[in-house]
């Protein structure tokens, strides 16, 4: 074995040699002194995340502009779908792009981290709000709660109706899928008329859970659908004049 790689025939680093001539402590780089910080103990890695956190959010802020130009770049608008008169915003391409993807959850996890700390459950709209409320539960350590279009989820259910830009619908939740108290973000692609997001509301209360948020990518803001929910609201974009 040669020198380099001979662990005991390399040459002291700064930190053993300050510790062995410290009045003989006994104590080694990897083994500190009572009054050295142990990184291997809870507390420090609790400290070391929660810094890793807070920079982490302080690049996703960074970052945020600019992902709004692109999310903004990357939907497509089809005029007259699924009815005449309605200007539909693709959110597709955002999920065709894994970078963008990414970006989003990540931009969206860092909010609830930075907003709430602790969320319970994340609960996402019947589709769309599927393609990434899921992802954003995973990475908040949350549970992800399905509000499902009527007839959808087996077992005993609560249910909530609403009215849409374009129809009437009903909104499903398994009972028992929120627990009493727990803190709960909605999460949906888009607010139009709110008829959806205020279902959605409507079955979290009928649980009992505690509704901090709603989150959507978009808002239709010349729709006024915020005035449906009484919640405090995130969106990512806001679109379409009247
Ligand atoms: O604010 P509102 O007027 O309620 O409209 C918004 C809802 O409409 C869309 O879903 P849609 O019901 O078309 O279902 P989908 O996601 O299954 O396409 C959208 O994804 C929202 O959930
Ligand atoms: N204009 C729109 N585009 C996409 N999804 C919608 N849901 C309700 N209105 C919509």
Known sequence: MSDSTNISAQKPSPAVLLGSSS??????SSHPPATSPDPTLESNQHRHHAEGRQSSAAAAAAELPSLKVKLRSALRQFP???????????IMPIFADPILHEMLVTALVTHCQTAF???DAVVALESRGFLF????????GAAFVPVRKQGKLPGPVERAEYQKEYGVDVFEMQQGAIKEGWRCVVM???????????AAGTLISKM???LLEYIFLI????LK???????????LLSTQEK
């Open 208 to 210: 009992a859970g505690n």
């Open 80 to 90: 007259d779908f699924p009815s005449e008169g309605i200007l539909f915003e693709d």
């Open 133 to 140: 409320g899921p992802s954003v539960a995973l990475r908040l």
């Open 117 to 119: 700390g602790k969320v």
């Open 219 to 222: 808002e239709l803001d010349f």
């Open 225 to 235: 659908g915020r005035d449906k929910l009484d919640a405090p609201i995130y969106t």
């Open 188 to 198: 949906d692609d888009l607010i139009a008329t709110g008829g959806s997001a205020a």
């Open 23 to 28: 009045c003989n402590t006994g104590f080694t």
